[in-house]
């Protein structure tokens, strides 16, 4: 749930967002995954379903917290789920990066290359954000050398 936080900090200061907020939209872009848990597509939940799922999760962890730390961290969620800045976008980036990286992982404890293709065909040509695509193209590299 973290590790995007962590890539976020690994991000070139100069690219026109702020890795700061970039760095919050990653800490609570998944935090009401804590209640609802991992709803992807083989859930069989619709989308609908699964953001107010989502939604009814954050406003339970929000609801204690002071007014303001409430607002801003339900915005960032907005902003993100909305996909219109820069913060969002790399922050999306991230997320989806986040994900072959740790499928790449899988396969490598398991000793069986090529298992989680999927994961790498679903983000063929997504990318946006330049210095995420060169730790793309650096990910699909290695994992090239390792299927051969």
Known sequence: ????????????????????KVMKMAIIHDLAEC??????????????????????????????????????????????DAQLTPEAIVCKD???????LQAFEYETQAEHPGW????????????KTPCVKEWVTALREARSKSTH
């Open 94 to 100: 991230l997320d989806k990066f986040e994900m072959i």
């Open 1 to 20: 749930m973290y590790r995007m936080a962590l890539i976020s900090t690994l991000l070139p200061k100069t690219e026109g967002f702020s890795v700061d």
């Open 116 to 127: 989680l293709e999927e994961f790498f065909q679903s983000t063929e040509n997504v990318f």
């Open 35 to 80: 209640i609802v848990g991992d709803l992807t597509p083989y859930c069989g939940v619709s989308v609908e379903e699964k953001h107010a799922q989502e939604e009814a999760a954050m406003q339970s962890i929000c609801e204690p917290l002071p007014a303001d730390i409430r607002v801003e961290l339900v915005d960032l969620l907005k902003e993100y």
